[in-house]
């Protein structure tokens, strides 16, 4: 994981950075899959309340030039601004982005359980009651699922620095919960 690339996003009166950095994340969830399962990882140098405005990719040189070679972009090149494939700077800290899921609403914990055959109707009030539900206040991206079409909310993790790296592989977000990438 010695090279990254940053892609950010331009300020646009039309369209908020959450709306972009969605298409922008959505469109990388795409070629990840096909063209660079596993080998990218990606975290958010600018992520506070929200993800921010910047994308950084992480891997070797070579995946992240072949990533480049597909038209991934193609679409929100106009709101972004991409910088060439880097080395890591020396000294650089390590950790990992991850997905956190978060089990927040009450009704559907309730309708899945029941769906699933774990519970009856009357156990899942039981057991499941309205208090429960739980809030998080990760940053998130909004994404649609390509098995499922469903909509939901991406929560993102970005673990404690560490001194050494983890290697691994990455999901299909450029995420780990083991695989570390730099952070600078």
């Not at 990533?67 to 991409?82: A, F, M, T």
């Not at 009651?129 to 991206?141: A, R, T």
């Not at 993790?157 to 919960?177: H, K, V, W």
Request: proline content about 6%; hydrophobic content about 35%; aromatic content about 8%.
């Amino acid at each position: 994981m010695e090279s990254y690339q940053d892609i950010r996003l331009l300020p646009d009166p039309e369209f908020g950075t959450e709306l972009l950095m969605a298409a922008l994340f959505a469109k990388l969830h795409r070629a990840l899959g096909q063209h660079a399962a596993g080998l990218i990882g990606v975290s958010f140098p600018r992520a506070g309340k929200t993800p921010g405005d910047t994308l950084r990719l992480h891997g070797a040189a070579e995946a992240l030039a072949a990533l480049n070679q597909h038209p991934w972009r193609k679409g929100v090149n106009d709101h972004i601004e991409s910088s060439e494939i880097k080395a890591v700077p020396s000294g650089a800290k390590y950790r990992t982005v991850s997905r956190v899921q978060i089990k927040s609403n009450a009704e559907r914990l309730r309708r899945r359980s029941v769906k699933k055959g774990w519970l009856t109707e009357e156990q899942a009030l039981e057991r499941i009651p309205d208090g429960q539900e739980k809030s998080c206040n990760l940053p998130f991206i909004p994404v649609k699922s390509l098995s499922t079409g469903e909509s939901f909310r991406l929560f993102i993790r970005q673990g404690e620095l560490r001194d050494s790296p983890t290697a691994g592989s990455f999901g299909s977000y450029g995420l780990s919960a083991s695989t570390t990438v730099p952070w600078f």
